[in-house]
């Protein structure tokens, strides 16, 4: 298929609030934020209906979607933009090095920030006898003009949906049965997981270009990372992570 | 053959160096191994020499203990440290957690959601501290209601 990659993208913010309408208010003050570092930004808000209430407005295209907490990884694949960043909505832009995002692309088809085994302290989950989860599915940039990108983001969808919701994909051991000895069944419920399973496993994407985010922790500063394990450099985004408080709370006591 | 080991690591467990802590590995006859960690005392209740105590002088030695207890308890001041310093850092995290749902409430109050100030809401979202949330929120709140005021011209 013939990609014009030569003239000016169209680049642009992606959020997505569904589900629950505390994610509304902070996709909200997400694109309240970006416009106070990134003032020309373009923003797209995919929101549930039931949620909105006039002031979604406020984005520049707006997109109704479903009322699950994954939408968006639907609106992964009904971004306006040529060159996207999505960013999850319960984050804050810190630093006006927001507008430079895009160039992190730098020729890639999709640029993530990772998941690595020193920062696991606060994540929910990373290791498993498969393997480890590496590259995070919070902030990124794709470029949705190749179409490798296109069949990507709606391959993370369909097999998100297969994984999770209708239940009918899972990898399998020999038996033909789910392996949930090296995938455990508790995974299912993470498009972090579909992430890794198709850019580790399936053949389709060995050629996708990506790579991860140049200091990259600036670029999804979990409000919980603790200082002298992972020092603070200038966060350009935070990320409150507020279904991650949980395990948090459960391992340091409660926020209260 | 039955015998009995000492580990290397064995520590003062107070400062007049009369009880140690250790492990002594008993093997029976047939090879079968088992762990015991000990408190030994330099002496009996009854006053005399411990034999354990003597044993386990003579395999590890005074000057390997001392050194030990030495390398322990700078392990454990810069565990408790390092424990301190994390503790602080939580709190910090669930300050900033406190202060994110606090401005998010903040922008929910009608006169700040409704406020055209971009300026101050700007602010209120940079706010450090939730006392800067209250004083931007307040300025904010104060803005609208003068406004309101002069628009259906009451004083």
Redo the contacts between chains.
């Keep these: 298929m013939l990609q014009n990659l030569t003239q000016d993208p169209y680049k642009g913010y992606l959020i997505c609030a569904s589900y629950a309408p505390?994610f509304y208010?902070?996709a909200?003050?997400l694109i309240?934020?970006i416009r106070?570092h990134d003032p020309n930004a373009n923003i797209c808000l995919a929101v549930s209906p039931y949620l909105c209430d006039g002031?979604e407005s406020i984005a520049d295209h707006v997109i109704h979607v479903g009322d699950t907490p994954r939408e968006k990884l639907i609106a992964l694949t009904k971004t306006p933009f040529d060159i996207t960043m999505y960013i999850d909505a319960d984050s804050?832009v810190m630093h006006d090095d927001i507008s430079t995002c895009f160039d992190q692309l730098n020729g890639n088809d999709i640029v993530f920030c990772a998941l690595t085994a020193e920062r696991e302290y606060c994540y929910t989950a990373r290791s498993f006898p498969g393997g480890a989860l590496e590259l995070c599915g919070a902030n990124f940039v794709y470029d949705n003009r190749k179409q490798i990108v296109k069949d990507f983001m709606k391959d993370w969808k369909d097999y998100y949906w297969a994984q999770h919701y209708n239940k009918d994909w899972w990898p399998t051991n020999e038996e033909g049965q789910p392996d949930y000895a090296l995938y455990p069944e508790t995974y299912r419920q993470w498009d972090q997981f579909t992430l890794w399973w198709l850019t580790k496993k399936v053949d389709k994407y060995k050629d996708l270009k990506f790579d991860i985010f140049e200091d990259d922790a600036r670029w999804n500063w979990y409000?919980?990372?603790?200082?002298?394990?992972t020092p603070i450099k200038d966060p350009a985004i935070?990320h409150?992570h507020s279904w991650g408080?949980s395990k948090?709370e459960k391992s340091?006591?409660n926020?209260g | 053959m039955a015998t009995r080991d000492w580990l290397p690591n064995a520590f003062w467990e107070n400062y007049t160096q009369d009880k140690v802590k250790c492990v002594l590995i008993l093997t029976d006859d047939d090879g079968v191994a088992i762990n015991q960690q000990l408190t030994l005392s330099k002496f009996g209740l009854d006053g005399t020499p411990n034999t354990d105590f003597i044993e386990l002088m003579e395999a590890v030695g005074e000057d390997q203990i001392t050194k030990n207890t030495a390398e322990r308890a700078e392990k454990k001041t810069i565990e408790r440290k390092?424990n301190e310093?994390?503790k602080i850092?939580?709190e910090?995290?669930?300050s900033?957690?406190?202060l994110?749902e606090a401005?998010?409430q903040a922008?929910?109050v009608d006169n700040i959601?409704n406020s055209k100030n971009r300026i101050l809401?700007?602010k209120l979202?940079?706010a450090q501290n939730l006392i800067e949330v209250n004083v931007y929120s307040m300025m904010i709140i104060m803005e609208e209601i003068n406004v309101a005021e002069s628009d259906t011209g009451s004083v």
């Design positions: 505390n208010l902070y909200l003050n309240e934020s106070d002031r804050e409000a919980l990372y603790i200082e002298s394990r935070i409150h408080v948090y340091y006591g926020i | 390092k310093q994390e850092e939580r910090r995290a669930k900033l957690h406190r994110f401005k998010i922008f929910e959601k809401k700007s979202r940079k």
